[in-house]
């Protein structure tokens, strides 16, 4: 294995970033580095590049059914996604009728993915929750609706066989069956798929795209609204990649390694992380954990066998992975040997984590191992900003990407960002009133989102994650509160018991917080009580309760904006199902204030409350 990078020299292109100030108090924001004129007419062209140059190294890999790796070239790989493409074309698809995926992650899924990309056909892979969680398959239903897929693969298909028969009505669509399980009546298996090529036909299709194609829909969260199927264009797809080789050069030296088990449903996992892999030629690793107590152990068992140069997760993944990074010495050893990067998204890293990563890290290997972010968004393809540069605390999400726009509005106390350029949407499918509303007069989107500087008179410092417009709030007092803010100050004050935090207090008199508790963590304050001993009682527990009253106080020692007197641990985790988390991890906090609306009451209830813990 060669020497590992970690020189930032060598690794990023120098930051530089280009201001014009308005008459109107509005700044334009470029980054001083040029994306150049020319780059990818599509993905396909990176899977025909690399399956020349380099065929027989490892593209993608995945357990197999016996616990062992299953490993495809990136010569197999496009043989046979050139098969699958066959395949497609007979089947009188477009976008009016694409592809669906209900899958998890995986071999089968990438390449039926890539095939139809190949010729022109987009794919949407669809939230597996919105199958195997809901029992009423409403979202599932909606998203169907608007698809009208003419083919929809599902691996195992028997799991899948309720979601299946909620929306026979509504399609016409083959359905084809994954490798994993045997095919139900009425199915087509995947291998069907394989059986033939049509030279002639596929290329005739692959040489027809343009940047235009449309090559994936991706539905939104639904964390602001109801969930959208954002057109995703392959001039998205490929201009954000050629961003990458102009600020992250080190990748054309060492192509990326990387285990990952982010959902190809949503844009960082499925554009972000698996086209870096394709673009640069490296290798993913599907991991089929996550960051939950059922699926952590199989991502630890993971990263003992691939040590990832570089690591993509959320803050609830690190929450979860640095307890046992610090016990496991195996592990860390495999984690940190040749780690280049570690990155996180979504949401600010809490600094305890973030100081807690870099000691492990330079304890390991002797140095720190960088850490980095970037903002964007499913509209966004999704890097709008980037750290190419080493940053100095958490929350900084870089600057913008070359060629790509943002501009800065100044809205109440803060600055409302929307973004231009090549990676951003031409629209929601069939939706063009909500298309019209979502882009300002001069064609820049409008994300929603707030920024401010590190350092106003040094911009390529970079800027800081403000939170989202629409989830602040006032205080009946008149003062403002920044969620995002808080729920990081939090969460670092009251570690390790806080997870995730919730902030309470819309047209209230003060701040209260539902947290989610680090039940695992919590119990480590507790050692005279048995490892099995309920959830409730553990964090009724008087040292998980003193532990929370400390951050209280530490808290009240900032502004009046972050004092916070009253919280309640919550026993019960966020539900997929009712749209509490995504796949991601991501908490919205809408839906819990929602769903949980009966404990909001119960916070601001005067006197003394069972289960809420209060600062006396």
């Known amino acids: 294995m060669s020497q590992v990078v970690?020189?930032?020299?060598?690794?990023?292109?120098?930051?530089?970033v280009l201001i014009e100030k308005r008459t109107d108090g509005s700044r334009i924001l470029r980054s001083?580095?040029?994306?150049?004129?020319?780059?990818?007419?599509?993905?396909?062209?990176?899977?025909?590049?690399?399956?020349?140059q380099k065929p027989d190294q490892v593209f993608l890999a995945e357990r197999g059914l016996d616990g062992a790796w299953e490993k495809l070239t990136y010569a197999e790989a496009h043989r046979q996604v050139r098969r699958i493409s066959s395949w497609l074309l007979g089947q009188n698809l477009s976008a009016q009728r694409p592809v669906v995926v209900l899958s998890e992650n995986g071999i089968e899924h990438a390449l039926l993915s890539l095939a139809a990309m190949y010729v022109g056909v987009p794919v949407c892979s669809i939230s597996t929750g919105y199958s195997l969680a809901s029992k009423d398959h409403l979202k599932l239903k909606a998203?169907?609706?608007?698809?009208?897929?003419?083919v929809i693969y599902a691996d195992n298909i028997s799991r899948f066989d309720a979601a299946l028969k909620s929306i026979a009505s509504l399609?016409?669509?083959?359905?084809?069956?994954?490798?994993?399980?045997?095919?139900?009546?009425?199915?087509?298996t995947f291998t069907t798929l394989l059986a033939k090529e049509d030279s002639a036909a596929v290329d005739r299709a692959f040489n027809a795209i343009d940047h235009d194609t449309i090559a994936k829909f991706i539905f939104t969260s639904g964390s602001v609204g109801a969930p959208k199927a954002v057109t995703i264009t392959q001039r998205m797809l490929c201009s954000n990649m050629a961003m990458k080789d102009k600020i992250w050069p080190f990748l054309l030296e060492t192509p990326p390694v990387i285990l990952d088990w982010l959902p190809w449903s949503h844009v960082f996992g499925g554009n972000h992380n698996f086209n870096l892999v394709l673009h640069f030629g490296g290798t993913l690793y599907i991991d089929e954990g996550k960051p939950t107590p059922a699926g952590l152990d199989k991502t630890l068992r993971n990263l003992k066998e691939v040590s990832p140069s570089i690591y993509f997760s959320v803050p609830l993944g690190y929450d979860m992975l640095v307890p046992a990074l610090r016990s496991d010495a195996a592990l860390r050893k495999s984690f940190f040997s040749r780690l280049q990067l570690i990155f996180y998204a979504g949401a600010a890293l809490p600094q305890h984590l973030w100081d807690e990563l870099e000691r492990l890290a330079e304890a390991e290997v002797g140095t720190k191992v960088l850490m980095v972010s970037s903002w964007g968004s499913t509209e966004t393809a999704p890097a709008c900003t980037d750290c190419h540069f080493e940053v100095a605390k958490s929350g900084t999400i870089g600057v913008p990407v070359p060629g790509t726009e943002l501009?800065?509005?100044?809205?109440?106390?803060?600055?409302?960002?929307?973004?231009?350029?090549?990676?951003?949407?031409?629209?929601?499918?069939?939706?063009?009133?909500?298309?019209?509303?979502?882009?300002?007069?001069?064609?820049?989107?409008?994300?929603?989102?707030?920024?401010?500087?590190v350092d106003e008179a040094r911009?390529?410092?970079?800027?800081?994650?403000?939170?989202?417009?629409?989830?602040?709030?006032?205080?009946?007092?008149?003062t403002w509160i920044h969620v995002g803010t808080v729920r990081v100050a939090g969460i670092d004050a009251m570690s390790p018991v806080a997870q995730d935090i919730v902030v309470t207090g819309h047209d209230r008199d003060e701040i209260c917080f539902l947290i989610f508790p680090n039940v695992p963590e919590c119990r480590t304050l507790c050692p005279d009580l048995a490892a099995d001993a309920p959830v409730s009682q553990v964090l009724a527990h008087p040292a998980v309760v003193d532990r929370v009253k400390q951050g209280f106080a530490a808290l009240a020692k900032g502004a009046s904006s972050t004092k916070v007197r009253r919280a309640i641990?919550?026993?019960?985790?966020?539900?997929?199902?009712?749209?509490?988390?995504?796949?991601?991890?991501?908490?919205?906090?809408?839906?819990?204030?929602?769903?949980?609306?009966?404990?909001?009451?119960?916070?601001?209830t005067a006197g003394a409350q069972p289960g809420v813990i209060c600062l006396e």
């Open 407 to 453: 501009k800065l509005v100044p809205s109440a106390d803060k600055l409302e960002v929307r973004v231009r350029g090549p990676n951003v949407t031409p629209g929601y499918w069939k939706q063009p009133d909500i298309t019209a509303k979502s882009f300002d007069d001069e064609g820049f989107y409008m994300i929603g989102d707030a920024v401010e500087f």
């Open 171 to 188: 399609h016409d669509g083959v359905i084809v069956a994954g490798s994993r399980g045997a095919a139900l009546p009425g199915t087509t």
């Open 459 to 478: 911009p390529e410092l970079g800027l800081l994650f403000d939170g989202r417009v629409g989830e602040d709030f006032k205080l009946l007092s008149g």
């Open 32 to 52: 001083g580095v040029a994306l150049p004129e020319t780059y990818s007419r599509c993905m396909g062209e990176w899977l025909v590049q690399w399956a020349s």
């Open 143 to 150: 998203n169907i609706e608007l698809m009208r897929p003419g």
């Open 6 to 16: 970690r020189d930032v020299a060598r690794m990023f292109a120098e930051p530089s």
């Open 569 to 604: 641990l919550l026993a019960e985790p966020p539900s997929a199902e009712y749209g509490e988390i995504t796949e991601k991890g991501y908490l919205n906090q809408r839906m819990v204030l929602n769903r949980r609306a009966d404990l909001v009451a119960k916070l601001y």
